[in-house]
């Protein structure tokens, strides 16, 4: 089997992949908080999967953080990695390294200018681990926008949350879109670029995306919850003006287009979003 080092393990992302492919590959772990990078031995490891980052913070983190975590430590273990003869480290990236919200889906090859410190250490790592790559070193990158699953934090767990307390919610006949990614079908992609030992940039999504309103009726549907949506326009200019970062992820559009990504890696995603959403919901992986 192949063997290879995780980071991010204990995280949302990490334990899938583990308890997923355990069958396949044998998975060595390191902690960035709990372990030392002077003793970490490589030896024999083909692949790296980096996903251990400082994920955005709703409360903000400073930028010497973000510098520090997703760039110095990124590139620390890169080139150990290469030193040490490892032919892969996979980074996971995000959406956020594109920018905000827009009415053009984002590509593999769409300009990047972040709007945060988030999305701007990200495209660095990025930038950087490009530049340590070469025949005997692939680095393949993944842009993800949201990921959901079993166990998922943040806005989607909040969303679940006011679907399960409140049956009337003002998110009726919202037409925007949003990509998100199943976490079976993000962890499907990255088997297959370790199988295919490709390099480059990459970009996860789920094969349609869904507006605020067809999501949350999606979740309704699986949760058995009765759930009635009204249009309130001015609840919409009330939230735009009171909080706009709430705003743009209820009533704008975020999507990517990742034709290409499935065309060069022949694949597929083994999951719709409808049977993800239902599987996070009832308990499976």
């Known amino acids: 089997?192949?063997?290879?080092?995780?980071?991010?393990?204990?995280?949302?992302i990490g334990r899938y992949f583990q308890k997923e492919y355990a069958y396949k590959y044998t998975i060595q772990t390191f902690s960035f908080l709990k372990d030392d990078m002077e003793t970490l031995h490589v030896k024999g490891v083909e692949a790296i999967i980096h996903l251990s980052a400082l994920v955005h913070q709703m409360g903000g983190a400073s930028d010497e953080a973000y510098e520090q975590v997703n760039v110095a430590q990124t590139l620390q273990l890169a080139r150990k990695a290469k030193a040490n003869h490892v032919k892969q480290f996979i980074f996971m990236s995000t959406v956020k390294v594109y920018g905000e919200e827009s009415d053009r889906a984002y590509t593999e090859i769409s300009p990047c200018h972040p709007e945060d410190a988030y999305g701007r250490s990200k495209l660095k790592a990025e930038q950087e681990l490009k530049a340590l790559a070469d025949n005997d070193f692939i680095v393949s990158i993944i842009r993800t926008p949201i990921v959901y699953g079993r166990g998922v934090k943040a806005n989607m767990q909040n969303l679940m949350k006011l679907i399960d307390t409140i049956p009337l919610l003002p998110l009726g006949g919202?037409?925007?879109?949003?990509?998100?990614?199943?976490?079976?079908?993000l962890c499907a992609l990255l088997n297959t670029l370790i199988?295919?030992?490709?390099?480059?940039?990459?970009?996860?999504?789920?094969?349609?995306?869904?507006?605020?309103?067809?999501?949350?009726?999606?979740?309704?549907k699986v949760k058995k919850?009765?759930?009635?949506?009204?249009?309130?326009?001015?609840?919409?200019?009330?939230?735009?003006?009171v909080k706009p970062s709430f705003y743009k992820r209820l009533f704008e559009s975020l999507t990517v287009d990742n034709r290409y990504t499935k065309e060069v890696l022949q694949?597929?995603?083994?999951?719709?979003?409808?049977?993800?959403?239902?599987?996070?919901?009832?308990?499976?992986?």
Not at 174 to 185: A, D, H, L, P, T
Not at 195 to 220: C, H, M, N, V
Not at 225 to 241: S, T, V, Y
Not at 270 to 278: H, K, L, R, T, V
């Open 1 to 12: 089997m192949k063997k290879l080092l995780l980071t991010g393990a204990r995280g949302f």
């Open 195 to 220: 199988d295919q030992r490709k390099g480059g940039i990459f970009l996860a999504g789920d094969d349609a995306p869904l507006s605020t309103t067809e999501l949350i009726q999606e979740l309704a």
């Open 267 to 285: 694949f597929k995603n083994p999951y719709s979003m409808q049977e993800g959403i239902a599987m996070m919901i009832q308990g499976s992986v």
């Open 174 to 185: 919202i037409e925007n879109k949003r990509s998100f990614v199943y976490i079976g079908n």
């Open 225 to 241: 919850k009765k759930l009635l949506l009204i249009q309130l326009p001015l609840f919409a200019m009330f939230l735009k003006w």
